[in-house]
């Protein structure tokens, strides 16, 4: 499995924006996807968890609940990280994760730079 990000950038603090997550190869082994940030000196932290398989829905940070809103499109191929009201604490570099009991890791993407100015 491949992930690739895209979307991120600069915006300014109220602004919305939305990261995407393009998974490829044996996409069949995947069952969920999410979306983590880090930001330098400290530990990479979960924004959003998506199940595609079972009923467990979607998980939150609580520093973006009501705000950030994970999907994906119908196959399954791409995860969506839509974020609305940025404020300067959401800057961050943001890493697409996707997890399944049939990969032999987690596989992460590069990770895409998200910057917010207040």
């Known amino acids: 499995v491949q992930l690739v990000e895209s979307g991120g950038g600069l915006v300014q603090a109220g602004d919305s924006m939305r990261l995407s997550c393009a998974a490829s190869?044996?996409?069949?082994?995947?069952?969920?996807m999410g979306w983590f940030r880090q930001v330098p000196g400290k530990q990479r932290e979960l924004v959003a968890m998506l199940a595609l398989v079972g009923s467990r829905g979607s998980d939150y940070a609580d520093a973006v609940k009501g705000r950030f809103t994970i999907s994906r499109d119908g196959d399954k191929h791409t995860a969506f990280l839509q974020m609305n009201s940025l404020n300067s604490e959401d800057t961050a570099m943001y890493y697409c994760?996707?997890?399944?009991?049939?990969?032999?890791?987690?596989?992460w993407g590069q990770g895409i730079q998200v910057t917010v100015s207040s």
């Open positions: 190869g044996s996409i069949f082994k995947i069952n969920a």
């Open positions: 994760v996707a997890q399944g009991n049939r990969l032999r890791r987690d596989v």
